[in-house]
Each structure stands twice: as structure tokens, then as C-alpha cells.
């Protein structure tokens, strides 16, 4: 919505549309992966599906963290350290926005080789413990709605801070739109 406003075109691609297309690719490059958030049993469901669906993948290390998990604290670097312990290639992060997105900075900044994804509720869906919105809903980039409609008591603070930020972004969006207006002319 607010590359529309800025005038700039950019697809979107929820991180659980990459899950299945880029474990298909590890398995065929042999790089291990990690999963790292939701739940114990989400984690074994999920990465038992996986592993059946993409022949060769390896999923060696699965990791769920505890409720106030803080995304550079000392348990950060615990997570971290096993991720190389592991020699781990590709980490998918189901950690919920913003503590996934902290974390990968946090990670990258200690760990040159290590990929991340952050995949939200990706795992979940695969799990078979989320019911992911329906396409004409993610049509419309309103996924969020739909989650936020199923599980309001957990997402609705989570997603009131998230929110707060977008009058700043719609100015930052119209701001490119007019400058680039200005420069073309």
C-alpha cells in the first residue's frame, strides 16, 4: 500500500510463500537448515512435513524459544552460537514481526554465513496449527486482518505498535513520490 503511494512498484511475498521454495533449494545445494520460534510440537510437525516434502533436506536444529524472548540478549547469543555450532546455512524465523526481523540484525551482525527468513506464522500454517487467510484476502495484502481477526487477544497489542509507525511511513512514501515528481520534471 505505501509503494503505491511513493510510486514505486513492489511485489509482495509473504516469508510463508519462501518456506517450501527454499527448502527445495537447500536440500539440492545439501545446506542445513534451522527453524527457530513458535512451539515444541509446531517445530517436530513442521519439520517432519518438510523433510517429507523435500527429499535431502536436513533440518538440524529446531529451537523454541520462551515466552519474552529477547531477540539480542543473552539467550540470543545461546540461539546464535548453536546456529554455527550446527553449521547451520539458513535459519527460518517464526518469531512474529518485529522480534523476527531484531533477531536476523542481531544474528547478521555476529554471523557472516548464515541466512535468515523471517516467516511469520509460516510454520504454523505447515504445522497445520494456524489456518492461513484465504487467497483472496492475501490478494488484497490483508493477511494481518485475517490473523488478527482469529486471534485478536494475542496480535492486537503487536499489531497496534506496528500500526503506530504508518503515518510516519505514508509521509516517507509521499515525500518519494514528490521528489521523484520534482526531479522529472
Not at 531477540?71 to 552460537?81: C, E, K, M, R, V
Amino acid at each position: 500500500w505505501l509503494s503505491n503511494i511513493a510510486g514505486v512498484r513492489v511485489d509482495l511475498l509473504p516469508g510463508a510463500d519462501l518456506i517450501r521454495p527454499l527448502c527445495f533449494l537447500a536440500a539440492s545445494m545439501k545446506v542445513r537448515i534451522a527453524l527457530l520460534g513458535s512451539s515444541d510440537e509446531t517445530l517436530a510437525a513442521a519439520s517432519s512435513t518438510l523433510a517429507s516434502q523435500c527429499p535431502g533436506l536436513d533440518v538440524a536444529l529446531c529451537i523454541s524459544p520462551p515466552m519474552g524472548f529477547d531477540p539480542s540478549g543473552a539467550l540470543a547469543d545461546t540461539f546464535i552460537s548453536q546456529l554455527e555450532d550446527e553449521d547451520i546455512g539458513l535459519c527460518f524465523l517464526a518469531l512474529g514481526a518485529p522480534k523476527q526481523e531484531l533477531f536476523a540484525a542481531y544474528a547478521v551482525s555476529k554471523l557472516d554465513n548464515l541466512g535468515l527468513v523471517s516467516i511469520g506464522a509460516g510454520l504454523d500454517f505447515i504445522a497445520g496449527t494456524q489456518t492461513r487467510a484465504p487467497k483472496f484476502i492475501r490478494l488484497f495484502a490483508a493477511e494481518w486482518l485475517w490473523r488478527l481477526s482469529t486471534n485478536p487477544r494475542r496480535l492486537g497489542l503487536r499489531y497496534a505498535r506496528c500500526i503506530a509507525v504508518i503515518p510516519r511511513l505514508f509521509w516517507s512514501a509521499l515525500k518519494v513520490r514528490l521528489n521523484y515528481q520534482i526531479a522529472s520534471r
